[in-house]
């Protein structure tokens, strides 16, 4: 009998603590992990998971737009089923970006657009190195964030766009082998606002909307961005993953609660308890 309510009390507690983790993340309008085989990012497509719309294949080597960077190359995976990652977010999965030179590589989007005409958009990503990930037009009109020549930037390109100096915080400078996970925030109008967030790998990922950013931009587009882009850089390596888009702060921060560890360690409890009356 004890063995038969440890049994059922850890699978209890299992479901209860898959369930917390599952509604800590919320929902997305695009997910991005490069949950992928192979090194070539050519025609790749995530599937769909837990109803979120995805992207179509990407096209790798794309022709880029006016005024970029280099020229044109190709993005490669690092297919060692290995993320970047961050001590306070939900496990990342799949492999990541993870190229040596110059490239360029877009994919259409499915089922929304960042509308800069209205709208209010949050993005997220884990960077090393140098990259961009960016949304675009047909026109090649592209807004964005990352990490260009050891500054973090936000904002419309080509064009004025805002940059931190190397010193982002009091927390530290920035550094090509530190990961760091961004958030962008976007306020889509007649003067789109743009806002980042810069967080280290030691630093504590914020539960809710922090009231400052370190950094700013305002710039005017009424453009739909259909694509989404992968800019990497011929001087510093660059590394790329969990890129998400979603329209509030807690969309593409999956932070564990609290309870879903306590649920966890319950559950772990419960598994050594029914193993050991085995």
Excluded at 24 to 53: I, V, W
Excluded at 103 to 114: E, N, P, R
Excluded at 173 to 191: P, R, W
Aim: hydrophobic share 40%; with cysteine.
């Amino acid at each position: 009998m004890y063995k038969h309510v440890s049994k059922v009390l850890a699978a209890l507690l299992v479901a209860g603590a898959l369930s917390i983790a599952a509604d800590a993340r919320a929902e997305l309008l695009m997910y991005e992990p490069f949950d992928y085989s192979g090194s070539n990012l050519e025609g790749q497509k995530g599937t769909s998971e837990s109803g979120l719309e995805t992207v179509s294949g990407w096209d790798d080597n794309a022709t880029q737009p006016a005024n970029a960077w280099g020229a044109a190359g190709t993005v490669t995976l690092s297919d060692d089923d290995t993320s970047l990652s961050h001590f306070d977010l939900l496990g990342p999965k799949g492999d990541r970006i993870n190229d040596t030179g110059t490239g360029y590589a877009t994919q259409g989007l499915s089922g929304f657009s960042v509308d800069l005409g209205s709208g209010t958009y949050y993005m997220s990503a884990l960077f090393k190195g140098e990259a961009m990930v960016q949304f675009c037009s047909s026109l090649h009109t592209r807004t964005g964030f990352g990490i260009s020549d050891g500054e973090f930037t936000v904002g419309m390109y080509p064009g004025i766009c805002a940059a931190a100096s190397a010193t982002y915080s009091d927390d530290g400078e920035y550094s090509d082998t530190e990961t760091y996970f961004l958030v962008a925030k976007l306020i889509a109008g007649s003067e789109d606002s743009w806002d980042l967030k810069v967080y280290d790998s030691s630093m504590s990922i914020d539960r809710s909307e922090p009231g400052s950013f370190d950094l700013t931009h305002a710039d005017t587009s009424n453009v739909d961005q259909t694509y989404l882009a992968l800019g990497l850089f011929d001087s510093v390596a660059g590394q790329v993953d969990e890129i998400r888009v979603g329209e509030t702060w807690a969309d593409v921060t999956p932070i564990p609660e609290p309870s879903t560890f306590v649920l966890m360690a319950m559950a772990l409890l419960g598994m050594l308890v029914w193993r050991w009356r085995k």
